[in-house]
C-alpha cells in the first residue's frame, strides 16, 4: 500500500512558476514509477509527465513539454513536477500517482494508488 500526498500547488501570475511535490509513503517508492496528471475543471483528467522508478525515463505530454520537468528524490520518497512558464490553461487539480510496473505510462488505468490532488491556479 503506497500513499501520496501533494503540495506546493497556489495561485500564481501569468508567466510565473510552482514546483509541486507527491510525498510517498512506503518502503518501496523506488520501484515505482510515478505520473502526474491533471484535471480542469468541466474537463476529463490527462496525463502530464510520467518518471520511471530509476527515473531514467521520463515522458511529457506534448503540452508540458519545455515548460514542466519531473524528477524524483528516492531518498526522501518524492517526485517533483517544476512548473515554469505558466499560463491560465494550465488551471487545474494535479495529482501524483504510483504505477507498480516501474516504468511509468500517460495511460491512467496503469497506476495503482492516486494522491488527493493540489490545486494550481494561473491567472492572467
Known amino acids: 500500500q503506497v500513499q501520496l500526498v501533494e503540495s506546493g500547488g497556489g495561485l500564481v501570475q501569468l508567466g510565473g512558476s510552482l514546483r509541486l511535490s507527491c510525498a510517498a509513503s512506503g518502503r518501496t517508492f523506488s520501484s515505482y514509477a510515478m505520473g502526474w496528471f491533471r484535471q480542469a475543471p468541466g474537463k476529463e483528467r490527462e496525463f502530464v509527465a510520467a518518471i520511471s522508478w530509476s527515473g531514467g525515463t521520463i515522458t511529457y505530454a506534448d503540452f508540458v513539454k519545455g515548460r514542466f520537468t519531473i524528477s524524483r528524490d528516492n531518498a526522501k520518497n518524492t517526485v517533483y513536477l517544476q512548473m515554469n512558464s505558466l499560463k491560465p490553461e494550465d488551471t487545474a487539480v494535479y495529482y501524483c500517482?504510483?504505477?507498480?510496473?516501474?516504468?511509468?505510462?500517460?495511460?491512467?488505468?496503469?497506476?495503482?494508488?492516486w494522491g488527493q490532488g493540489t490545486q494550481v491556479t494561473v491567472s492572467s
Open positions: 500517482a504510483a504505477d507498480q510496473t516501474g516504468w511509468g505510462t500517460s495511460r491512467q488505468s496503469a497506476y495503482d494508488y
